[in-house]
Every structure is written in C-alpha cells, then in structure tokens.
C-alpha cells in the first residue's frame, strides 16, 4: 500500500490531465486563423495584386490549414498565422513574441513543440492566469491587441520597402494573437464563465458544461446581418467560394473547413451553400460550440465555421490596411449575470436564452462533473500510535462564488479506504471548504464514517470523525494537503485508539469532460 498511493496519483494526473478552459482545441484555433488568413491574402491578391510588400508579408505567414502538430518530432519551418493564434495559450505573455520578429522572417518566431508541451510550466502558468480570454476581457484583449496591431502597419508607411515589409508581419502577428481572444469570445464556455471569480477547477467545469452542449442548445449567437450583407464580407466570400460556383465550391487550399458528417460522409458543397444561405438570407442564429466540438459534420458548427473564417479574415484585413472596424463593444451585465454581449459581428442573444447563465449559485446544471483522487498518510500524534495510508474518490456536489469576496464555497463527497500493516477498512467522507482563486488555497473541514477492526467486538466498527484540511497548490487541479482530526485507529497490536490524527497528501481534481483530452 505504502508504494501505489503516490505513483497511483500521479499516473491520474498524466493521463487525465486538465486543460484549463480552453475556449477551442488547438487544432482548431489553427485551422480557423489559417483559414480565414487564407480567404484574406486570396482577397488581396484577387483585388490589390500590385500591393507588393503586403503580399509579400502575407506569404510569410501563409500556412496549409490543418496541419497543426503534424510533426511530433521535428519544429516546422514554417510558424504560420494559425500557429501563432493557437499558441497564444501556452505563453503568459505572449506579445513577447513580437521582440522575435525580423523583416525577413528567416527564423520560426518560437519552436512549436513549446505549445503542445502540457507538463511543461509556461502552459500552466498561462492557464492558470488566463482571465483575459473570458467575457469582457475578452472583447477588450481582441480590441487593443487589434487595433496596436493595425497602427503597427499603419505607421508603417513612411519606410521602404524592407523595412515596411517587416513591419507589417509584427502586425499581422500581434493581430494573430488578438484573434485568439476574438475566437475565444466565440465559445459560449468563455462568455458565462466569470473567469476572475472563479478557481482552475470550478471554471473550467463551468466552461465545459457550457462548450459541450450549450445549455440543451437554448443559448445563441446571432450574426449580424449589416455587417454579413456589407461589401467588404461580399468580397471576402467571392474569396472563399470558387469564382460562379452556386452552391459554394470551396477555392483550393480551403478544404480543411469541411467536415466529417455523422454519416462518415464528408461535407459537400451543397452543405455549405446551405449554411451560407442560413447565415445571409435566412438570418439563422448559431448555436455556438467549443472544446474540440467545432468541426462536427452538422447544420449548426457548419454555420459557426463559416461564420468564424469570415471574421478572422476581416480582421486581417482590416490590418493589412491598416484601420479597425472593430469598435464599440457592449458588455453589461445583472447580479453577476451577463446580459448584454455584442459586437460588430453580432451578440449573443442572452436574454432570449432561457438558460443557467452562470450566477454566484452553481449546481450541477452549471457544471460538468468534477471528479477527484486523494492519497496521503495520516498518523496519530496524540492518545496512541495508529498509522495508515488513505486513497480518496469523490466528487464536487456544487459551488458557490462570492464576486465580492473572490471565495469559492464547494462541497464533496465521497469515499476513503486506509490500510497498513493488515488493518484496513473504508467508509463515507462529505466535506465543505473554501477556494481563493487568485492563490489556489483551499481551506475548510471534512467529517467521515470508516470501519475499523475492533477485536474486543469479533467484528468491525464503525466511528464518526471530523477535522480541518488546508490544500495549497499552483492551481486546484492538483494540491498539496494538511489535516488534522478527531480521529479513530487500530494499533498494529490490535488496541483500537482515538486521538488527535494528523495527515499529509496529494489531490487531482478535474471535470470527467477533460479525461482523455488532448489539446
């Protein structure tokens, strides 16, 4: 027993490792910006042909869709828009990349196995400080990082030609950075999740609860149909269909945008067409999906592909000339409850959603099952010398976030099993505590029901026992604990004790939808 509770702790950690609120899987932030960049250098070649140095600084960035992490052993040489955009989770600071930059981009920005290295530090500590990808911030990180990236190219004028042409790929990578958060903000996960309120774990619970099925699909975005009717989305489509083809035929290079059908069908032209129609005359709202859930072969992620590629494309395009058309975003929000989240391409419909937009009460209708493994060792230090090692299972009943405080109230519960020395026995556990999002801790009291050998009985017992437990870890996916109780134990003589028990553990903590995921 004394040899399975930390190697078993830690092969659970391994193979379930949580990935913290992510509003897209990797691939799917890539193949979004590479898409969407390649609809817009088609767009400039088909319309600006003599723009030589943008052109030219495009191309540098240009990368095939789909072929994120193709390599696992060897760095590309290639770093392209979607890679940059992908990235953007895996780095604290990411705007460093731009000291990386030199006009003829002779060098990758940064190796690519830095972004899928999950064990590595640089992604947790991104992970754990990432309140910038959700809600408000979210809006506001895409606005400010849009618009420095198109001031960049802007001032960019008065250079030659190489020097000019170096300048506009620092703007194009800062604006692949800015079309993360933009991207993010298009997972339902990130708009009903209050990221700063609440900690790695419960989040991310919340996040996934709302990315995997949109709350029975009763919360929506809607396009705007100005900006979808306007000239300059007109010309970015005459980019994305091959020229006369009715309905849309993708140009070649775009392939990477359709998806598999439940069917095993690849989607057709006919598919697309119809989701083109939905979008521009029909004026359908999306029912917007994440995490790994957006290139699924239906009516609805059909749309919301679509819908992204366009945006992403009008964002390079925007910077390429140098201008924003990105203004004005509204946030507003009840009771810490959103109710108003627009932008230029459309809002989602908040109040019409009929659904359990998060509040300061979470229940398991608001999150994603959290589930939790703890082993560690618990000695008697008063009234006998019982010892024993203990393996928890449980599982988080619901949560309450306090927008003042910044307090995280959870509840538990389980079950513990302890053995040493060919005593052993189990029994139910509850336990209640308070998160600090900001530093992790957890603090709060547990009570619990084990069995115990009890020989002057011939049989086993069982004794209620209650104490206090302190978690403190770099996020409260995985945690470091003291204890200290009132407690029961059987001597390895027989003698059956109670005393003051003190205990010291490990504890994985993560949403079932995160087992198995890989980003």
């Known amino acids: 027993m004394q040899l399975r509770i930390v190697p078993l702790c830690a092969a659970l950690f391994a193979v379930c490792l949580p990935q913290t609120a992510l509003g897209f899987g990797s691939a799917e932030h890539e193949k979004i910006g590479n898409l969407g960049f390649r609809v817009a250098l088609h767009f400039m070649q088909a319309n600006f042909r003599f723009n030589k140095t943008e052109l030219a600084a495009m191309q540098a960035l240009d990368g095939a869709p789909g072929k994120y992490m193709t ?14 955009t992908t990235c953007v989770d895996f780095f604290l600071y990411p705007a460093m990349l731009l000291a990386q ?20 530090p640089t992604f947790a500590q991104a992970t754990h400080n990432n309140q910038a990808h959700f809600q408000h911030d979210a809006l506001l990180s895409y606005q400010l990082m849009h618009q420095a990236a198109a001031s960049i190219v802007d001032n960019s004028r008065v250079l030659d030609d190489d020097e000019r042409r170096g300048e506009i790929i620092r703007g194009l990578v800062l604006n692949a950075m800015a079309d993360h958060f933009l991207q993010d903000f298009l997972a339902p996960g990130h708009v009903v999740t209050k990221r700063q309120a609440l900690s790695d774990v419960v989040a991310t ?40 083809t009715n309905p849309c035929q993708l ?102 959603a009929d659904a359990p937009v998060q509040g ?88 619990r029901e084990l069995s115990y050998p009890y020989p002057e009985y011939g049989r086993d017992t069982r004794r209620f026992a209650w104490g206090v437990r302190f978690d403190t870890g770099f996020s409260s996916f995985f945690t470091v604990f003291l204890s200290l109780g009132r407690d029961f134990g059987t001597t390895p003589e027989g003698r059956f004790d109670k005393g003051l028990v003190g205990g010291v553990g490990l504890e994985v903590l993560l949403p079932t939808s995160q087992i198995g995921r890989r980003r």
């Not at 006009?103 to 999950?118: M, N």
């Not at 705007?224 to 006369?244: D, P």
């Not at 790994?292 to 239906?298: A, F, P, V």
Request: proline share 3%; charged share 25%; net charge negative.
């Open 71 to 84: 390599d696992s052993t060897e760095d590309r040489k290639l770093v392209s828009y979607g890679d940059i």
């Open 101 to 120: 930059v030199n006009e003829k981009l002779e060098q990758p920005l940064f190796k690519l196995s830095q972004c899928r290295g999950l064990f590595g």
């Open 205 to 244: 619970a919340v996040h996934d609860r709302a990315n995997e099925n949109n709350f029975e699909k009763k919360l929506t975005f809607q396009p705007s149909h100005e900006w979808l009717t306007s000239l300059n989305v007109t010309y970015l489509l005459r980019s994305l269909c091959e020229a006369g």
């Open 251 to 352: 140009r070649k290079g775009l392939d990477a945008l359709a998806a598999t059908k439940e069917n095993g069908e690849r989607e057709t032209a006919q598919d697309l067409g119809e989701a083109l129609q939905a979008l521009l005359e029909k004026r359908e709202s999306i029912v917007m999906r994440g995490d790994d859930l957006l290139w699924q072969g239906n009516a609805e992620q059909r749309k919301q592909r679509l819908f992204m590629v366009l945006v992403t494309a009008q964002s390079v395009v925007d910077t390429i000339f140098g201008e924003s058309s990105f203004t004005r975003p509204q946030w507003e929000e009840k009771d810490a409850v959103p109710t108003v989240a627009k932008m230029l391409y459309g809002e989602y419909l908040l109040k019409e």
């Open 360 to 447: 300061p009460v979470l229940g398991i209708a608001d999150m994603r099952r959290i589930v939790g493994i703890s082993g560690g060792r618990e000695n008697m230090i008063a009234h006998g010398r019982a010892a024993r090692w203990t393996i928890s299972a449980e599982t988080i009943g619901g949560a309450a976030a306090d927008n003042t405080s910044r307090l995280n109230l959870i509840w538990t519960a389980g079950l513990t099993y302890y053995g040493d020395s060919g005593v052993h026995g189990w029994g139910p556990v509850v336990r209640a505590a308070y998160i600090f999002p900001q530093t992790e801790y957890w603090l709060g009291g547990y009570i």
